[in-house]
């Protein structure tokens, strides 16, 4: 083939992947500034990784509104601090480990307690202090239906650990379908679109192990019942085995360690519009952004926008001035009440007169008509001193109950003796699935980036943390026109075919 001709495909090829409109600079220089809007895990890991791709010379600018940390906040009770917000971490989330190993954090000490299952009348389900005994009890209820669930689990979480490989390598994907799609092949997209309960049914898993053991893990993590989506279903059954743990101090420490590490600047500020800017060969984006002082402008090469943009959350961010708008991000988030009590659990409610008697430190629910709360559990600080015991149930004890709606005095009085202090969060902490099927874009515009759409596939700090190193990489290789390296095919014969 011509020489000439071969560059001019070569350049064509770019072209077609990259858009037309100069986005990547010809000549090569890096970014000079970038805006990350949202301090959450998700924007904080995000200029942590552009940091770590773009180099030490571009300026990374993070935008908050609140506080750093965002759904990853602590209450404080009694002079001591407690999860409000996300609380457990797997084992295999290998990024937030990272993340601890470098900032110099710790593991928080794990203290044992037992849970229970609550159906409205009586525990249908309750943990002991023998394993054996507890598998018994699940084969003996429900046959083999728990033993095809931990496969089916583990078979997705093994696929899904892919991606550590593939970022590692380098490897970046426009899209949460193409990241799913190469996880799992159509089978993760699929999963995305059907509901878990089929899924589970199709497995040969019992529809009474789905009610009494399914739904109630749903109900705490999510909020939601069995018909969500089988691929977040699977993410919140993953979070529901052992090996889960903490950070001493607070969860959030991640966030604010993350923010220093990236060298990032933090502006306190309301983005309130993003309008393109043309920058000769490239675009520039002009961010318009209030702050409690005054009302200001700044361009920025490339922005990452990692706060959810569905209407019911209320980022307040709009996007002008586009030749062709930014897709539209449908969908809605889902309120989940955390309410915090110090107080004495009522135990004859769960059928125990004797407070001493009552074994059970979480208690879980079933979809009852006559429950009005998901979860209540005896929660621990997120500093836990040497010596540091749970409180039993006939001492005054800090509690976390997850609702549907706020808790008036009538429930608070059916599930509390007596309580000295009640504090009130209300999360949009996840999507509200099947308000949308759609998975939303990664990118909105040439130098737009989108984070949270990851959450439509599964909501938690890893699938943050996993689409901030993605976007992190995508952003690099399409500034510095590496497309090789965006939405390869047959990936993991790529990698071994690289070793």
């Known amino acids: 083939m011509n020489p000439g001709l071969l560059i001019y495909l070569q350049i064509l090829t770019s072209f077609y992947v990259l858009g037309d409109s100069g986005f990547a600079q010809l000549d090569g220089a890096p970014p000079s500034k970038i805006a990350v809007v949202g301090a959450g895990i998700g924007g904080t890991a995000t200029a942590h990784f552009l940091r770590q791709h773009f180099g030490p010379e571009v300026r990374i600018d993070i935008f908050e509104k609140g506080t750093v940390g965002g759904r990853l906040a602590t209450v404080t009770v009694n002079h001591h601090d407690y999860e409000s917000g996300g609380s457990i971490i797997h084992s295999l989330n290998l990024h937030m480990q990272d993340f601890v190993k470098q900032l110099g954090l710790k593991y928080r000490k794990n203290v044992a307690g037992k849970t229970a299952v609550f159906n409205g009348q009586e525990f249908i389900l309750e943990e002991t202090d023998w394993y054996l005994l507890d598998l018994f009890r699940l084969w003996w209820r429900y046959g083999i239906s728990f033993i095809r669930l931990q496969m089916w689990v583990e078979e997705i979480m093994e696929k899904f650990m892919r991606i550590y490989k593939y970022q590692a390598h380098g490897y970046a994907f426009s899209s949460v379908e193409e990241l799913l799609s190469s996880l799992g092949g159509s089978g993760f997209h699929n999963m995305t679109q059907r509901p878990l309960s089929e899924s589970l049914l199709e497995l040969g898993v019992s529809q009474r192990f789905i009610d009494e053991v399914i739904a109630p893990i ?162 621990c600080p997120v500093n836990i001193t040497t010596g540091f015991r749970r409180k039993p149930p006939h001492e005054a004890a800090v509690y976390k109950v997850f609702s549907q709606e706020p808790l008036g005095k009538k429930e608070l009085k059916t599930l509390f003796k007596s309580y000295y202090s009640v504090q009130v969060t209300d999360w949009q902490a996840y999507p509200h699935y099947w308000s949308t099927q759609e998975l939303p874009p990664v990118i909105l515009h040439d130098g737009l980036y989108y984070l949270n759409g990851i959450e439509w596939a599964g909501s938690a700090m890893e699938m943050s943390s996993v689409a901030a190193k993605n976007i992190a990489l995508l952003a690099y290789h399409r500034w510095t026109r590496q497309v090789e390296m965006i939405d390869q095919k047959d990936l993991m014969h790529k990698i071994k075919t690289e070793l």
């Not at 529901?240 to 991640?254: D, M, S």
């Not at 604010?256 to 000769?280: D, E, F, H, M, R």
């Not at 407070?355 to 009005?372: N, R, V, Y």
């Open 218 to 379: 749903m109900r705490v993590n999510y909020g939601q019942n069995v018909s969500i989506p089988a691929f977040v279903g699977a993410v919140s059954l993953a979070g529901a085995q052992a090996n889960l743990w903490a950070v001493e101090g607070g969860n959030k420490l991640v966030c604010s360690g993350l923010l220093k590490l990236a060298k990032a600047n933090l502006i306190q500020a309301q983005v309130n519009a993003i309008s393109p800017q043309a920058a000769g060969e490239s675009s520039q984006y002009r961010l318009s952004y209030s702050t409690q002082m005054e009302n200001q402008t700044e361009l920025y090469d490339i922005v990452v926008v990692a706060t959810p943009l569905q209407p019911n959350v209320g980022s307040g961010i709009s996007f002008e001035g586009f030749d062709s708008p930014p897709p539209t991000v449908a969908g809605a988030y889902h309120h989940t009440i955390a309410t915090i009590v110090h107080g004495y659990l009522n135990c004859s409610y769960f059928g125990y007169p004797d407070p001493k008697l009552f074994p059970f430190a979480g208690i879980l629910t079933t979809e009852a008509p006559d429950l009005f709360f998901n979860s209540v559990a005896n929660v």
